[in-house]
């Protein structure tokens, strides 16, 4: 069965304390994984795409990387604004291109 | 430019009453979704529509109905409403493949 799975639950970092925060899967095929943020009350914000392992993409303060069984979305010397839920999804290579499978994401705070 | 809007933002109903929540997107996509967010669990799809006229099942589809009447609209509707139903939706747009663009949510509670 396809599963996203993330971890920690929850994390809270002191500013400029950096971490990672980690997405393993289980696909029989990977079409692409994303990375989201969600703030309090908002819709999810896009992040990142990685299609193939070794891949890895980077914006500001986070870099999100790839391997075939897990993604990991690292923050460096983050600051409070950087708090948020953070949501990975799977997209199957083996079914439709509407099928996104996501996680329960990692609640991020950030303490100044 | 708007992106994705989605109306009403709260809502609280009584067990038995229906509404209709509706999704617009300006961006020209012809992939849209609805998804709810329960505390704990994933983003769940309700239904979803590949192109203008077209409506399919998702993952949890019991108690919801969709139409996309034009290529902009996604309405959800649900008929007779369930406690079980109290949640967040989300509507979720995008090209044919890619990243989801998502609205701001829509609360529901269900009494």
């Known amino acids: 069965e396809d599963q996203v799975t993330q971890s920690p639950e929850a994390l809270r970092l002191q500013e400029g304390e950096s971490s990672s925060l980690n997405c393993s899967y289980t696909v029989s095929g990977l079409r692409g994984l994303f990375w989201y943020r969600q703030d309090p009350g908002k819709g999810p914000e896009f992040l990142f795409t990685l299609y193939s392992a070794g891949e890895e993409k980077e914006k500001e303060r986070l870099k999100a990387t790839l391997t075939k069984k897990e993604s990991f979305l690292h923050i460096t010397a983050p600051k409070p604004e950087d708090s948020a839920t953070y949501l990975c999804?799977?997209?199957?290579?083996?079914?439709?291109?509407?099928?996104?499978?996501f996680g329960t994401g990692t609640r991020l705070k950030v303490l100044a | 430019n708007a992106g994705v809007t989605q109306t009403p933002k709260f809502r609280v109903l009584k067990t038995g009453q229906s509404m209709t929540l509706l999704c617009a997107q300006d961006?020209?996509?012809?992939?849209m979704y609805w998804y709810r967010q329960d505390p704990g669990m994933g983003l769940r799809l309700i239904h979803y529509?590949?192109?203008?006229?077209?409506?399919a099942k998702g993952e949890v589809p019991d108690g919801y109905n969709v139409s996309r009447l034009k290529k902009q609209n996604f309405l959800l509707g649900l008929e007779s409403a369930a406690p079980s139903q109290t949640s967040v939706y989300f509507c979720?747009?995008?090209?044919?493949?890619?990243?989801?663009?998502f609205g701001e949510g829509s609360r529901l509670t269900v009494l």
């Open positions: 999804a799977v997209q199957p290579a083996t079914s439709g291109t509407y099928k996104y499978i």
């Open positions: 979720a747009s995008k090209i044919t493949s890619g990243e989801l663009f």
């Open positions: 529509s590949v192109g203008e006229g077209t409506t």
């Open positions: 961006m020209n996509h012809e992939y």
